[in-house]
């Protein structure tokens, strides 16, 4: 796996104001390690970006087919929504796949606003969309592969594209926080507003045909550092950066998608 790792260094933050009325943050920590994918085939084909329709316009959000017709995202992505389409495989306004729409299914019980540790959500799609595109399965985040530079991220960061290109960064290093239900990751991978609920994973054909989702992504640093105190989790790291991003584990929701999904099968 190409290893785009990098020395921790200051980087600026960025307020943007979604069309869903949240706040989220652009967090690049150093510069920016995020790479335009060009080739849209699979595992790609099976990340798709997420619009919300919701009484103050649309907001757009990252989310990944985990069956052929089921999505995961974040939670703060669909809340206060009464429309949801997606477009799996969308690259520069582009797909050779159809989107579709889809309905909430679930919403963890434990979820009251952007950061909490049950930001997640899962929508079910009118069009089996994952039978052409195709879909990750699901472990959750092992413990021996903490500070380990082997996840790699894709989303559909604003970046000035109108959340129409989707740029991946490998050699993603994560750190388990806590255990169960109040479990969260800090990682060092740069985010931007859109990216919300994408998914961290591994991907070798070689060993594997399918992609592994072990996490999705949930807030940048920014509110990391002001609500939550990560840096207090900072010698875990072995980094000097005070805070970090954060995102939500397998484990967190785990039983959840074992309660909606049959076993899990191939893409």
């Not at 079910?124 to 969309?129: A, D, Q, R, T």
């Not at 949930?218 to 954060?246: H, K, M, T």
Request: proline letters at 5%.
């Amino acid at each position: 796996m190409k290893n785009l790792m990098k020395k921790s260094l200051p980087g600026a933050l960025i307020c943007l104001t979604a069309s869903m009325g949240t706040v989220a943050y652009a967090q690049l920590i150093g510069q920016d390690d995020r790479n335009e994918v060009k080739d849209m085939s699979y595992p790609y084909s099976a990340i798709g970006r997420l619009t919300t329709g919701t009484s103050q316009g649309e907001g757009y959000c990252t989310a990944t087919l985990i069956s052929e017709n089921l999505i995961i995202t974040a939670a703060h992505c669909v809340k206060g929504g009464y429309s949801y389409t997606f477009r799996p495989g969308f690259s520069r306004g582009r797909s050779k796949f159809k989107s579709s729409s889809a309905k909430v299914v679930l919403i963890s019980g434990n979820y009251s606003k952007p950061g909490d540790t049950a930001d997640y959500a899962l929508l079910v799609l009118k069009k089996p969309l994952g039978q052409e595109a195709g879909w990750f399965k699901f472990a959750d985040f092992p413990r021996e592969s903490m500070n380990q530079p082997v996840y790699s991220r894709a989303g559909y960061g604003a970046d000035g594209t109108s959340y129409s290109t989707l740029k991946e960064q490998t050699g993603c290093r994560m750190n388990l926080i806590g255990s169960g239900a109040a479990a969260f990751l800090v990682h060092e991978c740069d985010l931007d507003h859109g990216d919300s609920g994408s998914a961290f994973f591994t991907y070798d054909p070689a060993k594997d045909p399918q992609a592994t989702l072990f996490a999705i992504a949930d807030l940048s640093r920014a509110s990391a550092c002001d609500v939550y105190g990560v840096d207090q989790y900072e010698p875990s790291i072995g980094q000097s950066s005070p805070c970090y991003n954060r995102a939500v584990p397998v484990q967190v929701f785990h039983s959840d998608l074992d309660t909606v999904l049959p076993p899990q099968s191939g893409h």
